[in-house]
């Protein structure tokens, strides 16, 4: 590339930099609203209790807020009960439209509106990162390898997420809808990482034991627990409302903290349990293998299978604290953070095999 590009290049990385680390930490904040129960703190949206930012208290709203955001929240309800109807799934729209948790009214509640108030304008600050990335890719197309149909793709499903996360309001935290938002989000970060990714490749050393193949089938398989794991985390929910989220529904089970009830949970939650033990393992085999290979010197922290044993390793120890002490606030936090990073750089390692290894 010619040197007259390489300021051009440089900018347009720490641009797609920043949006991709924008968008990351949506699953920070995201998982700072589950934990917390924040997302019900706005009842209506884009505005929160009909104001561009929440109030300190509920002095500052009319007496009859809450029948006046319920009512507006059972019309988008309705509009989107009729969506589902169109689709065919017309008992899902009927168990919405009768989902007594929908019909409450909620009461303020200033902390969890302003986490809510807060994970919705980094939603707003990714929006206008996205823009600015893709504005960049289509204005400099001749002068670089902008890879611009990944960062337009990437725009639309964070508009779409943004769309979707209304949805999320409205119904409630309607289960499902939580998980294809989720998912929506990994979605677009992998589309901006493809993006910048065509400007400027990841590298990384020593992946030479894993065809690209191989570290694909490795990313499916991640991205796979992860999305189970939304989908367990929504079971919880449906114990703890149906009184069943602790062992024989005792809540001083174990070491007098209570434990989590995993003997009601499916078969889902028992992949996503000991899926991650393989993935370790498999990581622990690699690296005595390459060890062996160098004279049985040992791997730096930095070298992807080390990095990605001792992230799945993390994960495995929050997971163990989830069943133990009942998937505490701060734990959940750090599980969708650390999960989230797990997926984020095997899929960058990926990339990185996908342009450096023969097909």
């Known amino acids: 590339m010619p040197r007259s590009n390489d300021k051009i290049l440089n900018i347009y990385r720490r641009m797609g930099l920043l949006t991709c ?24 949206w ?20 809450q029948q006046v955001f319920l009512e507006k929240r059972l019309q988008k309800v309705e509009r989107f009960a009729k969506v589902l109807n169109s689709f065919g799934m017309k008992e899902s729209a009927t168990l919405l439209l009768n989902d007594k948790s929908i019909q409450a009214p909620e009461a303020f509640d200033p902390i969890k509106a302003w986490i809510e108030y807060i994970n919705r304008l980094f939603g707003v600050l990714s929006g206008f990162f996205a823009m600015i990335y893709f504005g960049m890719a ?20 964070l508009l ?22 989720f998912v929506l989000s990994f979605l677009c970060l992998f589309a901006y990482m493809v993006s910048l990714h065509k400007a400027v490749p ?15 089938g490795l990313w499916v398989s ?22 069943q989220l602790y062992v024989d529904g005792d809540t001083e089970g174990f070491l007098g903290w209570g434990m989590l009830n ?14 991650p033990f393989l993935i370790l393992g498999w990581m622990i085999w690699l ?17 992807p299978y080390m990095t990605i044993a001792l992230l799945c390793a993390l994960q495995i120890s929050v997971g163990v604290i989830h069943i133990w002490f009942v998937v505490p606030a701060w734990a959940q936090v750090v599980h969708v953070v650390v999960g989230s990073a797990l997926i984020t750089y095997i899929f960058a390692v990926y990339l990185s095999a996908r342009s450096n290894q023969p097909s």
Request: charged share 15%.
């Open 21 to 44: 680390s924008s968008v990351f930490l949506l699953f920070f904040f995201g998982g700072l609203v589950r934990a917390t129960g924040s997302g019900m703190g706005c009842p209506d």
């Open 262 to 275: 995993v003997f009601a949970m499916d078969w889902v939650f028992a992949l996503h349990r000991y899926l």
């Open 46 to 65: 884009p505005k929160c209790f009909g104001l561009w930012a929440p109030p300190i208290c509920e002095c500052k709203l009319p007496a009859n807020y």
């Open 287 to 303: 690296m005595r293998k390459l060890s062996k290979g160098q004279g049985g010197q040992k791997l730096p922290i930095s070298h």
């Open 160 to 181: 779409l997420n943004g769309w979707l996360g209304s949805l999320v309001v409205a119904t409630n935290l309607l289960p499902g809808v939580v998980t294809v938002h």
């Open 222 to 243: 991640v991205f796979f627990i992860v999305i189970i794991g939304a989908w367990s985390r929504e079971q919880v929910d449906a114990l703890r409302y149906a009184g």
């Open 202 to 216: 990841f590298q990384f050393e020593g992946l030479d034991l894993l065809k690209r193949k191989q570290w694909f």
């Open 138 to 157: 289509v204005w400099f197309r001749g002068r670089i390898s902008s890879g611009k149909g990944w960062g337009l793709g990437a725009l639309f499903l």
